[in-house]
């Protein structure tokens, strides 16, 4: 019979059921509703230690955005704000 855990990520509760695995082996469905939210916990788990983020688990760690990627993104919207700012201006100075 399958018991009911609570994801540590989304705090879903979802259906487990204890599957023989070696010790100290990662199991995804002991912490978490999907894969995808495994793979996070995991991450943090590991950064929490101190250790380096896998390899196979670094699609999932959004920490590690380029801060590049962030800037192109700001300076995107500085530029419709900017011409946003300059469609004012004509309207002001049609009356």
Do not use: N
């Not at 259906?15 to 199991?27: A, D, I, L, N, S």
Request: charge should be negative; aromatic fraction near 10%; charged fraction near 45%.
């Amino acid at each position: 019979m399958a018991a009911k855990r609570i994801c540590k990520i989304c705090g879903k509760e979802y259906e487990y059921c204890h599957t023989e695995r070696p010790t100290g082996m990662f199991y995804w469905k002991d912490v978490a509703c999907c894969p995808e939210h495994g793979a996070k916990y995991f991450i943090e788990v590991a950064k929490s230690r101190g250790q380096a983020v896998p390899k196979e688990f670094a699609e999932f760690d959004t920490d590690s955005e380029s801060e590049d990627d962030d800037d192109l993104f700001d300076d995107d919207l500085d530029d419709e704000e900017d011409e946003d700012d300059d469609e004012i201006d004509d309207d002001d100075t049609a009356d």
